[in-house]
């Protein structure tokens, strides 16, 4: 959705600040900024007992850090952190990821996302609770600024809606 923002304002003729700006808020949401935050309070009570945080997990829907729209076989920015985090981690935390991973992936396909292992991040070096939202904010200014350049080479106004009326029309007195 971010991503469709920044588009959306560079099409309209939005300057590249406030294309970036659209972008950042389009992403303000729990559900997308701020993802890892949920996913550090719950990944914090899932390192201490794996296998009751997969029991719930498994019951009630996915937890939060795992399953994506886009990445749906493998998250890849989650894999590259956690091929850094997870070596230095004790051999506890690496049990639990690994269960937590394999087992939600394996059991209902839901894969371990960057919101997971930016929590591990935070978690593992006693991180402020929204600094994963901060990197991710950070990272992904990177990529809205390329769509914004990507954007700039197509017309203009090409995301314009067009609405379709739907309701009763009414006669005019």
């Not at 550090?40 to 029991?55: C, E, F, K, S, T």
């Not at 498994?58 to 997870?86: C, I, K, N, S, W």
Request: proline share 7%.
């Amino acid at each position: 959705m971010s991503t469709t923002a920044v588009r959306v304002a560079v099409s309209a003729g939005s300057d590249p600040y406030s294309a970036l700006l659209a972008g950042l808020a389009a992403a303000d949401s729990p559900l997308h900024v701020g993802a890892s935050v949920r996913a550090v309070d719950w990944l914090r009570g899932a390192l201490d007992d794996p296998r009751a945080a997969l029991d719930v997990a498994l019951a009630t829907g996915p937890p939060p850090g795992f399953g994506h729209v886009v990445y749906t076989e493998a998250d890849p920015r989650a894999q590259l952190l956690l091929d850094r985090l997870l070596p230095e981690s004790s051999p506890e935390i690496r049990e639990a990821v690994t269960l937590l991973e394999q087992e939600l992936t394996e059991r209902r396909g839901w894969v371990l996302n960057i919101d997971a292992a930016l929590a591990l991040l935070v978690l593992q070096h006693g991180l402020p609770r929204d600094a994963g939202s901060v990197i991710f904010a950070c990272a992904r200014t990177v990529g809205w600024t390329a769509h914004a350049i990507e954007e700039l080479a197509e017309p203009g106004m090409r995301f314009r809606l067009r609405g379709v009326y739907t309701g009763s029309r009414q006669a005019k007195p």
